[in-house]
């Protein structure tokens, strides 16, 4: 049979045994953790001092963002020219009420035509019942007549929501671009 070679170097169990007749223990960590580990131990002492001592001012310097909930500010989709603010600031105003009026009236002018077209057409309609070419021609009045009322609107800034005007940034006679903004809606309960 073969000699069993040993798991160890024969330094290395000199070494163990010299240490275990001194009686000292292993020693893994480096000197240099024991002297942070006390460095940390003091730091988080003198923070805890810090909160129960220190006294801070009330009044604070530099840069703020206010963040203020249920605030609107509502922007025009059209430009044009301001012919009536129907609101006054701290006016409150209900969902759909109109906030601000808008110049319309060319968009008047071509419903009031288109309305004139469409009941001449129905009248015509009523008198010649199977004439085909003027009921296709009262139904593509009928959608222009819906989107030339959709225009005299849009020609108005309504509130979304009820709430309460504050910001008002408008005047009569100003004139506006698609996105200006018009005034803000907080609500109710500030």
């Known amino acids: ?13 000199e070494a163990f045994v010299s240490a275990r007749e ?10 240099w953790i024991d002297r942070t580990y006390f460095l940390l131990i003091a730091m988080a002492a003198a923070a805890v001092l810090f909160l129960i001592f220190a006294k801070v001012g009330e009044y604070a310097h530099g840069p703020a963002v206010v963040r203020a909930l249920g605030r609107l500010d509502l922007a025009t989709s059209t430009g044009g020219l301001v012919t009536g603010v129907d609101v006054e600031p701290g006016a409150e105003v209900k969902a759909g009420q109109t906030l601000v009026r808008f110049h319309t009236e060319t968009e008047q002018q071509e419903l009031a035509q288109l309305d ?12 010649q019942p199977h004439d085909e070419a003027t009921k296709q021609s009262l139904s593509s009045l009928r959608a222009a007549r819906e989107l030339a009322a959709a225009r005299v609107r849009q020609r108005q800034v309504r509130a979304p929501r009820a709430g309460v005007v504050r910001n008002l940034r408008i005047r009569p ?3 506006l671009a698609p996105g200006d903004l018009v005034l803000t809606l907080v609500d109710e309960k500030e």
């Not at 001194?22 to 000197?31: H, V």
């Not at 077209?117 to 009523?126: A, D, G, P, S």
């Open 116 to 127: 004139r077209e469409f009941e001449l057409k129905l009248v015509r309609i009523l008198l």
């Open 1 to 13: 049979m073969k000699a069993r070679k040993n798991l160890f170097r024969q330094e290395a169990r």
């Open 22 to 31: 001194k009686g000292a223990p292993l020693a893994l960590t480096p000197r």
């Open 173 to 175: 006679g100003q004139m």
